[in-house]
């Protein structure tokens, strides 16, 4: 190598800190097989780029129980199988259903407080770990309008009373100082488009009927009303704000879960919408001021559980001017285990095929009073998986968590509404732990990308409890990926049939997710 092959060789090193090759996990124990991966301001995992095998061969990504993480091997088609197996994955890319929009977490005020916790490169290591080719690639970003429950303090952008010409609107220190730079670190390092989308908890307390923004009220008046007008014009206000900072929403939420109230703390903040009452804001005050601006965000419906589908849809969508300013329909997981996938997110997609289903928000450890951080919690991982398998399998176009990043106690959250994140802050020593949860959100969000397609999967089990979970998409690039979980204690061995090029004879080992992908010429 001469003297110029070298120093371009040294650049390519600089400028692309992935050359080194993919840093392994960094593995810290608490408990039997409870294992998180410690990240520092020097030190963490990460993943080489994606890259397509060749023709007749395929990549499998692993990460179990025992302790593998996304841990990369490769293998070849066979011409024949032998089905020694007994279970067969056969594809059928004929079989086209939903498009799907992508993966993502949230970015609360506590997520924001808890990375600006750690030292400048620890932070660069957290982002790069969800938004860059050296981490899981998430490409969507929910972000509270003003406070949350995971804010530290309540407030809006407009608490000067009866201010109905909004001209005391300012975004408030946690969006400029915090969110806002670090929405520009994770655009600047993400290779796909972002989509970010934007949920209100509350308005100001002046707008409510319980006169605070903090607890349960409802917008005073009625749709059409001056409350309702100021409160549609504060939506667009965030926009003008935010757009002034170069960050542009691809949607909006008309309210985060406007159904709230029976499932969360007193303070919580919130304002109540009745399916009727959110059709009626949206066809006379938001739709109407979204159109007149200058922003080209969609509106999203819902925002809360899957128990009130399709009824929810029905009210709102069954109104044809309603349903011409609607893109979507927001989904919280917390209720799922009560609701049949069937006949509330299938039910839905077949009356409004039109109309995505999206996942907006989801947790582990939300309302117990002990272990609302479980740290290395493989089944809080399985959980995750779990629903994302179910959810894509019914017409969902995509799955978004909820905080980026907790501390140890699963805050801060001024109603102390604490809960688990898949990466969690530990600021007194400049380290976050990644747990199971974020390597299994990985199995997804970094090999599908936006606009792939659910693809037909034959499963030849016919077991009223099959042991496998498992999806099947078709990339825009022309790639496959199939994706399969097993939540037993026990291997399954397995064999995967692509008509257009072979089988591949598998194991899914016990409690493993593993992610296949390969290209079909
Ligand atoms: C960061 O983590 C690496 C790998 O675990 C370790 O070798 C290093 O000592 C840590 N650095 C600090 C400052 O703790
Ligand atoms: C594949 O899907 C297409 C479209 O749904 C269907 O017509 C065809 O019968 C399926 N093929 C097999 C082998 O099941
Ligand atoms: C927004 O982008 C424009 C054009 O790229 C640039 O000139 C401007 O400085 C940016 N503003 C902010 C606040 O980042
Ligand atoms: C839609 O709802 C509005 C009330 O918000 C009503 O005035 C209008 O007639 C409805 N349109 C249709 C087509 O049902």
């Not at 509270?144 to 975004?171: G, I, K, Q």
Request: proline share 6%.
């Amino acid at each position: 190598m001469g003297a110029v092959g070298i120093l371009s060789w040294l650049l390519l090193l600089q400028t692309v800190p992935w050359a080194a090759g993919a840093r392994p996990c960094s593995p810290k124990y608490f408990g039997r097989d409870a294992m998180v991966c410690v990240c520092n301001a020097t030190y963490c995992d990460t993943l080489d780029p994606v890259v397509l095998p060749a023709p007749g061969t395929y990549v499998k990504y692993e990460s179990s129980k025992a302790g593998k993480r996304l841990e990369r091997s490769q293998g070849s088609f066979q011409r024949t199988g032998l089905c020694l197996a007994g279970l067969l994955l056969t594809l059928n890319v004929s079989a086209l259903y939903q498009h799907l929009k992508g993966f993502g977490g949230s970015l609360s005020d506590a997520a924001a407080l808890n990375i600006l916790g750690l030292s400048q490169q620890a932070q660069d290591n957290l982002l790069h770990s969800y938004f860059s080719e050296s981490g899981i690639e998430y490409n969507l970003i929910r972000l509270p309008m003003a406070c949350s429950d995971f804010s530290v303090r309540p407030y809006s952008y407009d608490d000067v009373p009866h201010d109905y010409e909004l001209t005391h609107f300012r975004l408030a220190e946690e969006d400029v100082k915090m969110k806002i730079p670090l929405l520009h670190r994770a655009l600047a390092m993400s290779r796909r488009p972002l989509s970010l989308f934007a949920s209100p908890w509350t308005s100001p307390g002046w707008m409510k009927s319980n006169g605070d923004v903090r607890g349960k009220g409802t917008l005073k008046g009625q749709a059409g009303d001056k409350y309702h007008k100021t409160w549609a014009n504060y939506f667009i206000k965030f926009l003008d704000e935010y757009a002034k900072h170069n960050v542009t929403f691809w949607a909006v939420t008309v309210q985060n879960e406007p159904l709230a109230a029976l499932l969360t703390p007193p303070q919580f903040p919130t304002i109540a919408f009745t399916a009727a009452k959110q059709r009626d804001f949206v066809v006379q005050d938001l739709g109407p001021a979204l159109a007149r601006s200058p922003h080209r965000t969609r509106i999203i419906i819902l925002d809360d559980q899957r128990i009130h589908l399709p009824h929810w849809a029905k009210v709102v969508l069954g109104n044809a001017t309603a349903a011409r300013y609607v893109a979507g329909m927001g989904v919280h997981w917390y209720l799922d285990s009560i609701v049949p996938a069937r006949c509330s997110l299938e039910a839905t997609h077949k009356l409004f095929p039109g109309h995505f289903l999206l996942y907006t928000e989801a947790c582990s450890g939300f309302l117990t009073f002990r272990f609302s951080v479980s740290l290395g919690c493989w089944e809080r991982g399985n959980h995750y998986s779990h629903s994302i398998l179910q959810v894509l399998n019914h017409f969902v176009a995509g799955w978004t968590d909820w905080n980026l990043a907790l501390d140890l106690e699963g805050g801060p959250n001024w109603v102390k509404n604490y809960v688990d994140s898949p990466v969690i802050v530990d600021s007194s020593k400049d380290i976050f732990y990644k747990q199971p949860m974020f390597y299994h959100l990985g199995h997804f969000s970094k090999f599908i990308p936006e606009g792939s397609r659910r693809v037909g999967l034959h499963s030849s089990c016919r077991r009223l409890i099959c042991q496998l979970e498992h999806v099947a998409v078709l990339r825009p690039d022309g790639a496959l990926v199939l994706v399969v979980l097993n939540r037993f204690g026990w291997d399954a061995p397995f064999a995967i049939q692509d008509p257009a090029v072979g089988f591949i004879e598998t194991v899914a080992p016990a409690n493993s997710i593993q992610t296949y992908l390969w290209r079909q010429q």
